[in-house]
């Protein structure tokens, strides 16, 4: 437990750091006039693919890419599809994230409190009610339309699988991809930072609290599934003590820590608790439209099987075919409700 919250509080002050809990920052990102969370995006999941890389070649440990969400609807992916593009939307609604939101709270920043509040009803509903019946229906359409051969049809889970390369090999080469265009941002749109750290550094510190949790963890950073933890207790406690009793609460110890390390931040770096861009002329991300946000960024997460940080920087670090078609939705989705409602 205390490594999950150890974990945590390296992640959040990370975060903090990197001015990316910011919703400033996550609203000009998502109607493209500052690239400030893209940049700090690439360099932390580029560090981190490297980073990944280099401890399974060593053999130090071995992790899973992550497999595809389904819901049995059109595609193997359309899990990944969906739910990131509800997760995009309620980043474009609350200007936050499943995992800034807890950072949001650490920073003191009025919205987290009500996109958190949003969260949590999400978990309950996906918990109590959209979870269970999606994996039913999830069961049945296996069962409805079974393959020829009888046998499990065994997909590509990775980008290397398809190019037909090596791991490692792949991993050099998408670290270099996102170098580059973090280069090419710097020199033709450098993004303004409200961060105590300029965002490619604070990209390495998302890196590090990477390598954090795999040295004392033996896994990969994500926060969505406290919210599922929330809802699982909730429904718990509804059903009766003679229901069986979640087991799982690590993510939720996890983020509690997140919320102490940007709490904690501003008395290593006093500047964390200045900003130092003055806030572009927007109407305030009000109550009603955080919690909104909220259940989007639950609700899209669960469906999706990650968040902005278990697939865009652990399942890309993964080279996990998944997590780049959730990035995809997430950005996608957030760009178009951006766009439509003028946010």
């Not at 060593?58 to 509800?86: E, H, T, W």
Request: charged residues 10%; aromatic residues 8%.
């Amino acid at each position: 437990m205390f490594d999950d919250f150890l974990t945590g509080a390296v992640f959040g002050a990370a975060l903090r750091a990197s001015g990316v809990h910011e919703p400033a920052i996550i609203a000009s990102q998502l109607n493209a006039t500052n690239w400030h969370m893209v940049q700090t995006f690439l360099a932390g999941s580029g560090t981190s693919v490297l980073l990944v890389a280099l401890i399974q070649r060593l053999g130090y440990l071995r992790l899973k890419p992550r497999d595809y969400s389904s819901l049995g609807l059109f595609a193997r992916c359309d899990g990944n599809i969906l739910g990131g593009l509800l997760l995009g939307a309620g980043m474009a609604l609350s200007g936050s994230c499943p995992g800034t939101v807890f950072v949001q709270l650490g920073a003191g920043i009025p919205s987290g409190f009500y996109t958190l509040a949003g969260c949590v009803l999400g978990g309950m509903v996906w918990s109590g009610i959209l979870g269970p019946a999606l994996k039913k229906r999830t069961k049945t359409a296996v069962v409805d339309k079974p393959n020829k051969t009888n046998r499990p049809q065994l997909a590509q889970l990775t980008i290397f699988e398809y190019l037909g390369a090596s791991g490692f090999s792949t991993a050099l080469g998408l670290t270099a991809l996102f170098a580059a265009i973090v280069a090419i941002i710097s020199l033709f749109a450098p993004p303004q930072t409200r961060g105590v750290v300029w965002p490619i550094a604070g990209g390495f510190l998302i890196a590090i609290a990477q390598m954090v949790s795999i040295l004392i963890r033996n896994k990969l950073l994500g926060t969505s599934m406290s919210f599922e933890e929330a809802g699982a207790y909730f429904c718990w406690v509804i059903k009766g003590r003679d229901s069986p009793k979640p087991g799982s609460y690590g993510t939720t110890v996890l983020t509690a820590g997140m919320i102490a390390g940007a709490l904690l931040l501003p008395l290593i770096a006093t500047s964390a608790s200045v900003t130092t861009l003055t806030p572009p002329i927007r109407d305030p991300i009000w109550p009603i439209r955080a919690m909104v946000g909220g259940i989007l960024l639950a609700l899209g997460s669960r469906m999706g099987g990650g968040c902005t940080s278990g697939h865009g920087i652990s399942g890309v670090s993964l080279l996990s075919v998944s997590s780049f078609i959730s990035v995809v939705a997430m950005f996608g989705g957030g760009m178009a409700v951006a766009i439509l409602c003028g946010l």
